[in-house]
């Protein structure tokens, strides 16, 4: 297995350490579909003031949110440049964003609490307020400005509203792209003033392809493993090369057959969730991407039902929940895995 690759700290939370962020990232796998849907609006002179970018995590969906900057900011909504929005690495416009320079984009994320130096859980209210400043702001040279949330998903309350505040009331020559991994906790009226774009999951072929490219080193037999695993995601994969993510990941993919958890293993289990850098964030990652297998698996043979889409939502709300007001690993995953247990012994998992 590849050497052991770990979540950036801080100022980027959502790159994997040896890999290129996707700001950085010029190739965009698997997304025809979606990339020609946003070609079509922004190269006829029409595009979204708002656009939900959805899916699940890893797929590109940030990738494809700095394409469409990229070309917005260097080409603005005309045909002028490529019909995949494609801007080369060598363009001033590309430098300037993967330098973070750019002056006609905004990028916001979880910040940094100041007192403690880590990472907040939550994209807050003041984040979001600085929206209306930046789109107050003359365009440069008569350009675009574009504005990437990511994650969505990450908004307190508050936030929401105050996005909801701009969503109203659109600028001019502007885009606001939203990323989100699960569309439907936005707020109605924020989907409702939006347009969303859905992303798919790769297939196997694709993260095999993928895979081979960026982690050449490892076997072949360990990347089909991840290919297994990662359900899709390019992104999971990549956090699941590191020996504790895949151990975190096949103890998520255990939890699905216990009737009857053992508490001691449980209690083991929290113990190394706790340990690892952002472990807790990555174990419910995990577990929500083996229930929504599971789920799929189980409606795919006539077995699906209520009680299961009722479990992953009650178990992706118990680890945002966790995520938002810092609660104790051990808590969280002994919930879950009562949350799992019970379902099992009712035939609902």
Do not use: C
Request: net charge positive; proline share 5%.
């Amino acid at each position: 297995m590849s050497p052991a690759r770990k979540m950036v700290e801080a100022d980027e939370p959502d790159r994997i350490e040896g890999f290129a962020h996707p700001r950085e990232t010029y190739a965009l796998i698997g997304q025809d579909e979606g990339l020609a849907r946003a070609a079509r609006s922004i190269r006829q002179g029409r595009p979204p003031q708002g656009l939900m970018i959805a899916g699940p995590p890893g797929i590109g969906k940030a990738t494809l949110a700095y394409r469409i900057a990229r070309y917005l900011l260097r080409y603005g909504a005309t045909s002028e440049g490529p019909a995949d929005l494609s801007v080369p690495s060598n363009d001033i416009a590309a430098r300037q964003v993967e330098a973070q320079s750019h002056p006609g984009l905004l990028v916001l994320k979880r910040p940094v609490n100041e007192k403690t130096g880590r990472l907040m859980n939550v994209v807050s209210v003041d984040e979001i307020r600085r929206l209306r400043n930046f789109f107050a702001l003359s365009s440069t040279s008569g350009g675009w400005r574009v504005a990437i949330i990511d994650s969505a998903d990450e908004m307190n309350d508050n936030a929401a509203n105050a996005l909801l505040k701009i969503l109203e009331e659109p600028p001019l020559r502007a885009m606001l792209m939203l990323i989100a991994h699960a569309p439907g906790r936005q707020l109605p009226t924020i989907r409702s003033r939006t347009q969303r774009l859905d992303l798919k999951p790769l297939t196997d072929e694709m993260l095999t392809a993928g895979l081979a490219r960026l982690l050449p080193e490892a076997k072949a037999e360990d990347r089909a493993v991840l290919v297994r695993l990662a359900q899709g995601s390019l992104g999971l994969a990549l956090k699941l090369a590191d020996e504790d993510g895949l151990e975190l990941a096949r103890s998520a993919e255990g939890l699905m057959e216990a009737r009857n958890p053992d508490i001691k293993a449980m209690l083991a289990l929290a113990d190394r969730v706790a340990r690892a850098q952002d472990g807790l964030a990555h174990f419910g990652e995990f577990l929500i991407q083996a229930l929504s297998t599971r789920i799929r698996s189980r409606a795919a043979a006539g077995e699906g039902d209520e009680r299961s889409v009722a479990l992953w939502e009650r178990v992706a709300t118990i680890y945002a929940r966790a995520a938002e007001v810092y609660l104790e690993p051990r808590q969280t995953v002994l919930s879950s895995s009562a949350a799992i247990a019970a379902a099992k012994r009712k035939g609902a998992l």
